[in-house]
């Protein structure tokens, strides 16, 4: 990844490095391209959707560095009371006093991206009251201790979650809240474009890649029994067989596989040749 930069009023803001060989469809390219367009006229709202490990924050830190945009982040996980986000009170020499935090500089840093992540895993549902303002036409808010809190311009808001009753601690998103997004969706990549990726971040072979994402298929799409398999771990799983480690065993350490549920996958791959080689990438490229 190319070196950061600082850049924006915030300290500790930067502009990120790129990534190579990240891939979207060519109409996200372009949508990201009209948000950043939009984003000169008022301060914009984005929420990614899509499976676990099918890149939505890199997406978010391509679009800061393609871009030249400061980056913050912000994990909302740990959000457990309303403000949190703002700042808080400390005990410092025997007084309290009020610390504030990276958000209020991110939001008055002229064209920031704030990503904010896995906004539907907050500790209390209430945490996020201060956006609704923050996000709304208003673009402000009100707070005792740091007065009223501006969004400068050509902001851009990235909210990612995953939703899914397999992600443990996570909730609905409020409706009036979502209300606020554009809302993009993300999949996994198509078969000859993650083999693509997997060739060119891992060094692995042609046959080895092939095997990966075939048996990634294979998992993803079994009807008794899909499992989740994200490009991230595919990714891990060739850096394991780039290492010297059989795929039949990368697949079983990286995913807790069950051998016997593997050795089903592997018999049937042998059964139906050529699954997966046809190209139906089109449309990607890379960002």
Known sequence: ??????????????????????????????????????????????????????GKSTLVRQFAARTGRPLATFQVGILSEPGQLFGEHRLKGGRT??????????????????????????????????????????RSAWTDELGRLEVADNVVFFATLNEGDEFIGTEMLDAALRDRFYVMMLDYLPPD????????????????AL?????????????????????????MIAELV????????????????????LETILLSLHLELGLCEKSNGAGYRAY
Request: hydrophobic share 35%; aromatic share 6%; net charge neutral.
């Open 1 to 54: 990844m190319k070196g950061e930069r600082k850049s924006g009023e915030g300290k500790g803001l930067r502009v990120p490095g790129t990534e190579e060989n990240f891939f979207l469809k060519s109409d996200v390219i372009a949508y990201l391209d009209l948000i950043d367009r939009l984003s000169g006229r008022h301060p914009v709202n984005i929420l990614v959707a899509g499976k676990q490990g099918c």
């Open 97 to 138: 006093c009020f610390q504030e935090f990276l958000f209020p500089k991110a939001i008055r840093t002229p064209r920031c991206v704030i990503h904010l992540e896995e906004i539907n895993r907050p500790e209390h549902p209430k945490a996020l009251n201060m956006l609704f303002s923050i996000l709304s036409e208003d």
């Open 193 to 208: 474009i993650e083999r693509e990726v997997l060739l060119k971040k891992t060094g692995i072979g042609e046959a080895e």
């Open 211 to 235: 095997t990966i994402v075939n048996i990634a298929e294979k998992l993803r799409h079994n009807h008794h029994d899909p499992v989740l398999v994200s490009t991230r771990h595919t990714l």
């Open 242 to 261: 780039n290492l010297g480690s059989t795929v039949r065993d990368a697949f079983v350490n990286s995913l807790q596989l069950g051998a016997d549920t």
